[in-house]
């Protein structure tokens, strides 16, 4: 990841990344932040 401020993710994988492998990083990245919006509303 590259940092791009405080709200945004920029991610920037190699081009030729299999598609298994982008997809277990969504799914990664999905629930890290739903875990943190989840400690966020506490």
């Given at each position: 990841m590259i940092?791009?401020?405080k709200?945004?993710?920029r991610i920037a994988?190699?081009?030729?990344i299999p598609m298994e492998l982008a997809e277990k990083a969504v799914d990664?990245?999905?629930d890290v932040?739903?875990?943190?919006?989840r400690e966020?509303?506490?």
């Open positions: 940092s791009a401020g709200s945004t993710i994988p190699p081009l030729n990664i990245i999905i932040i739903k875990k943190v919006d966020r509303v506490k």
